[in-house]
């Protein structure tokens, strides 16, 4: 995607093959700030510490965080206990753990002397499916917002929680692809983006991301989606995620649930944008097996932003002291969604059809 007409991504190897470039994304919408990792430490902490994140984008950066860890000793030592930590940055997508493993399918068979190099290698082909896969998600979901557009005259409504934008993937996101395709075709649409407390990834991110690339939208409170959807506002809600089961249940930002909810009672269409890397055959019960991120109170206590200096400053919201819980993610029955928007097609939330599933890498 193209930020003030320049191609940019969010992860981009160095041309030395001793570094990666990322958009520190804790800088957004208030500064384009691109960092240079150099170490699988550089790129754990920007992992753990969300200057990347979004769980595609997860997967790339820790299998090019292997890469670099490998320059320092690469014999099976020293490949298992630097994936095993670099697996720990983040617990709930499951994109970091399914890139590792990728990661060392290609690299155990191999003598420790060309496993750095095949690092490398596997790392960008990982990077470079993924921008094929958004890129298909985006082609298989633009007939929906076609269909819808046929249905009624004006712009399709389109809401989408947190950011499963370009930012949160290598190229393209995975909810925003059959945005940014339609867009691409003509397609009169019109997006609804929730703020997403208590990071903010809709208001600093995707509203970013959507005026970079020109696409009507509007910022929302989290709290004014039902509001919308009782009111025929929203034609239709389009979310990413972390990790779906094998039977559907789908683990997204933290609210998601609630807009599924809000969209089951308003005959809304709920559907998940979701590449093969994000299905955890594994799993079964979202509910019961996912490892949700519980993370710093201080996210909920206080807000980040500009002031009118110019300068980024930090605030409290709440009275000095104040207990908060921060759990990061929630879970979405598969009952409440419509469909997965995957790299192959869209298939139904049921063991059935996601058993006949191919997995990409
Ligand atoms: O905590 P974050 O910002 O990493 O959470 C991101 C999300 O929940 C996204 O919706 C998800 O990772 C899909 S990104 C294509």
Redesign the pocket.
């Known amino acids: 995607m193209k930020v003030g007409g320049v191609a940019l991504r969010p992860l981009a190897a160095a041309p030395g093959r001793d570094a990666v470039l990322v958009i520190d994304?804790r800088a957004l919408p208030h500064r384009l700030q691109i960092e240079r990792l150099d170490s699988a430490q550089a790129v754990h902490t920007a992992i753990r510490d969300?200057w990347v994140?979004?769980?595609?984008?997860?997967g790339a950066s820790a299998a090019y965080g292997l890469a670099l860890a490998l320059r320092e000793g690469a014999d099976d030592a020293a490949l298992e206990q630097a994936a095993a930590w670099l697996r720990g940055a983040?617990p709930?997508?499951v994109?970091l753990m399914w890139a590792l493993d990728r990661m060392l399918r290609r690299l155990r068979p191999l003598p420790a002397a060309q496993r750095a190099a095949a690092a490398w290698d596997e790392a960008d082909a990982i990077a470079e499916d993924d921008v094929r896969c958004?890129a298909a998600i985006g082609r298989h979901g633009l007939p929906l917002l076609q269909a819808l557009f046929a249905r009624k005259p004006g712009p399709v409504n389109v809401l989408t929680?947190?950011?499963?934008?370009w930012l949160?993937?290598v190229d393209w996101?995975?909810?925003?692809s059959p945005i940014y395709q339609a867009h691409a075709a003509g397609l009169p649409l019109h997006v609804w983006v929730d703020e997403?407390r208590p990071?903010n990834?809709g208001a600093s991110?995707t509203a970013w991301e959507l005026g970079q690339a020109g696409v009507p939208h509007t910022l929302i409170a989290d709290n004014a989606g039902g509001h919308l959807m009782q009111r025929g506002q929203v034609d239709l809600v389009i979310?990413?995620?972390?990790r779906v089961t094998a039977q559907g249940d789908v683990?997204?930002?933290?609210g998601?649930y609630l807009k599924a909810l809000a969209a089951r009672d308003n005959g809304v269409p709920f559907y998940v944008?979701m590449?093969s890397s994000?299905l955890d055959r594994n799993l079964r019960d979202g509910l019961a097996e996912i490892p949700i991120?519980e993370?710093s109170a201080r996210e909920v206590t206080h807000l980040q932003g500009i002031a009118a200096s110019g300068a980024v400053v930090e605030v409290g919201i709440a009275p000095a002291g104040t207990p908060a819980a921060n759990p990061?993610?929630d879970v979405t029955p598969a009952r409440l969604v419509s469909g997965l928007i995957t790299e192959f097609g869209i298939v139904a939330a049921t063991a059935e059809a996601l058993a006949g599933l191919p997995q990409h890498g």
């Open positions: 994304q969300m994140r979004g769980a595609p984008l997860i983040r709930t997508a994109n958004n929680h947190c950011n499963a934008g949160a993937t996101g995975t909810a925003t997403t990071r990834q991110l979310v990413g995620c972390d683990c997204n930002k933290i998601t944008a590449p994000t991120e993370r990061a993610f």
